[in-house]
């Protein structure tokens, strides 16, 4: 099911010279065909979903690191013009990769980082892909800055829109953590809250994709671009690294899309040479409450089959998953597995990350954790190999989540008295 990294060049029918980069045209992730750059996000053959293809330059490793120190250091390998810098984003990127010595030692590992994505402008990996979504509507022509969330993005689009200067439209479930609603209106923009479901929210934002032109909806029409920036984690990964590829990384899964794009930016630093082609095993991690390409993944199928979502892991709660089948792709091809864990093992990811390593994860990196400390547990994960766990959000924005789980250690009147009986000293 892998479309090739680098493609045939077709005429480019969208935007100003250059206006993508070094990106050649869409490819087809099913039959391989190609078709100009545009807002398309699927197939003219076979209706298969599309993916940027490029034609790259040479690229070494001193032109990256004299780069900024955000995601455009790797501006060569996106679909964005060489002068990306010049117009107002959010320069996310380029995050901490926290070396995990506690929480690896508590799990029995020999060398585990996490890659820690809360510290990103509206403190969620959603920046990076905002980034690119936001420089192709702008090459597109697009008026209107759109796009269905679970939360996350719902804050990086009315962030990027509002730093941008473009009118934004966001549409969420109407159930949405309270926290992710308010970080997302205090922007400014259009708030829409929907009756259902995230595939509910997303059904309806492709209807309207498909009917009023001039709006880009990050993740339907101008979703080629947008899932690039998954890419960047990879790249950073491996930089942080010493420009190696880490042997384990384990991925939430919501889409499915920032693990394949992983996987795909990892290939791409391969074939241009930036980094030696060692094996590596991806793990995909879901909430049990909505993890159908676990399910999948388990029974042995290729073809994922939709959920009901019911879990406190919201940002990872799409019941229909448009790149389930590519997760299993990677996760097969690369000899690792998609696991899922229950809503109490998410809550105490959350805590175990927290208290072994100062890092406040959302529910998606409880979710990771939790699948971390399931896979080590069963003997599914080698506890010798230097293992990367994603921290894609956090913590402050899912704080029900933990909220009975945390109080105050005592409550004392202001009193030495009974300071000295609680036994701290």
Excluded at 19 to 26: C, K, R, S
Excluded at 31 to 46: D, I, K, R
Excluded at 360 to 377: D, I, M, P, S
């Amino acid at each position: 099911m892998s479309a090739p990294v680098f493609s045939p060049a077709p005429t480019q029918v969208a935007g100003r010279p250059g206006a993508f980069g070094n990106a050649t045209g869409l490819v087809c992730r099913e039959c391989g065909a190609t078709q100009p750059l545009g807002p398309f996000y699927a197939c003219s053959e076979c209706f298969g979903p599309l993916e940027i293809g490029y034609e790259f330059p040479r690229v070494t490793r001193e032109q990256i690191e004299a780069g900024p120190k955000n995601i455009w250091r790797y501006q060569p390998l996106l679909p964005v013009p060489d002068d990306i810098t010049s117009s107002p984003n959010m320069e996310p990127g380029f995050t901490r990769l926290v070396e995990a010595g506690n929480l690896a030692r508590e799990l029995g590992l020999r060398k585990l980082h996490v890659k820690d994505d809360s510290g990103n402008p509206t403190h969620s990996f959603k920046d990076r892909v905002v980034a690119i979504a936001l420089s192709a509507a702008r090459e597109l022509g697009s008026k209107v800055f759109a796009c269905p969330s679970t939360g996350n993005l719902a804050n990086a689009v009315a962030a990027a829109g509002a730093r941008a200067g473009i009118r934004t439209v966001v549409f969420v479930p109407h159930d949405l953590e309270p926290a992710k609603v308010q970080m997302t209106a205090v922007y400014g923009g259009s708030l829409v809250a929907v009756r259902g479901s995230y595939d509910d929210v997303n059904r309806l934002a492709s209807e309207i994709a498909g009917e009023e032109e001039g709006w880009a909806f990050v993740n339907v029409n101008v979703r080629p671009y947008y899932a690039e920036g998954s890419k960047t984690l990879a790249f950073e990964i491996a930089e942080q690294l010493g420009w190696r590829l880490p042997e384990q990384v384990v991925v939430p899964v919501a889409s499915g899309s920032q693990l394949t794009k992983i996987d795909k930016g990892f290939q791409e630093l391969i074939k241009l040479g930036l980094v030696e082609d060692t094996p590596y095993t991806v793990f995909g991690a879901q909430a049990t409450g909505c993890s159908p390409v676990s399910a999948a993944f388990k029974a042995g199928h290729d073809v994922v089959r939709p959920v009901k979502p019911d879990t406190i892991a919201k940002s990872l709660a799409i019941g229909n998953p448009a790149d389930g089948p590519y997760v299993l792709d990677v996760t097969r091809r690369t000899g690792g597995c998609v696991e899922d864990v229950t809503d109490d093992e998410v809550r105490e990811g959350i805590l175990r990350l927290a208290r072994t390593e100062g890092i406040f994860a959302e529910t998606a990196g409880g979710v990771t954790v939790g699948v971390l400390t399931k896979l080590v547990r069963e003997g599914r994960l080698d506890p010798d190999k230097e293992t990367v766990v994603l921290n894609t959000g956090d913590g402050l924005k899912t704080l029900d989540a933990v909220a009975g789980r945390v109080a105050p250690t005592a409550t004392i009147d202001p009193s030495y008295p009974q300071f000295v009986q609680l036994g701290l000293v």
